[in-house]
């Protein structure tokens, strides 16, 4: 059985005063294995970040299911959302999403504090991923006292640190200089070696090339699929690059 099942998923969503309607999802259906490293694309508007926001149970869909370990995420009582999603997600996004007034450190803490974990139980999980991605010298500094790299490891941790069923990442180097996009996609990889299942959602063709396939969204479907295999991350982005050509109808 897969970790994440999508099935028939469509979004509409209506203005309140217009009464217009607007489609963004017609009819989506996919699935990531356990231990999957996943990238969505699509053109902007094509509805890469609603699905993923119904994935997540923050968006309800229109109609259709999303089943996350066999378990019907539309099953889940509206009292116990936010615990399952703290517990089955991690999320990475485009601007960071750290709290300004806690240290790195303690936005990292931050997911295992409001699961009551213990004080040794969270230090013992959080110094060894912090090293890991190279920020355990800045935990105490605060997210404006860092570099946007910095920032986006600083998330990932937070993100990785309850050991997620399945990891979302929403242009997660969207706001990154090209250093800091290669630094912050090497980690994915390392987190993704770990056993870590992760589903990105992305524009940039360098970071779906460090993905294991790449699934391509036209008119609020599911259009088409590339997967890596043996190729070099330099192999598999002119692989991406060939299919983007023919899914925007021969334009980058």
Known sequence: MPLLEVKNVKKIYSTRFSGNRVTALTDVNLSVDEGEFVAIMGESGSGKTTLLNIIAAMDDATSGEVF??????????????????????GFVFQEFNLLDTFSIGDNIRLPLVLDDRKAAEIDDKVIPLASKLGIKEILDKYPYEVAG????????????????????????????????TGEVLHL?????????????????????????????????????????????????????????????????
Request: hydrophobic letters at 35%; a positive charge.
């Open 68 to 89: 996350l370990n066999g378990t019907n995420i539309k099953d889940i009582k509206e009292n116990k959302l936010a615990e399952f999603r703290r517990k089955k997600f």
């Open 149 to 180: 790299g910095q920032k986006q490891r600083a998330a990932l941790c937070r993100a990785a640190v309850m050991n997620p069923s399945l990891l979302l990442a929403d242009e997660p180097t969207g706001s990154l200089d090209s250093k800091s």
């Open 188 to 252: 994915f990889e390392e987190i993704h070696e770990d056993g870590q299942t992760i589903l990105m959602v992305t524009h940039s063709v360098k970071a779906a090339s460090h993905a294991s396939r790449v699934l391509f969204i036209k008119d609020g479907a599911v259009y088409h699929q590339v997967y890596k295999g043996d190729l070099s991350n330099h192999e598999f982005y002119n692989k991406i690059s060939d299919s983007l050509q023919v899914l925007l109808g021969g334009s980058r």
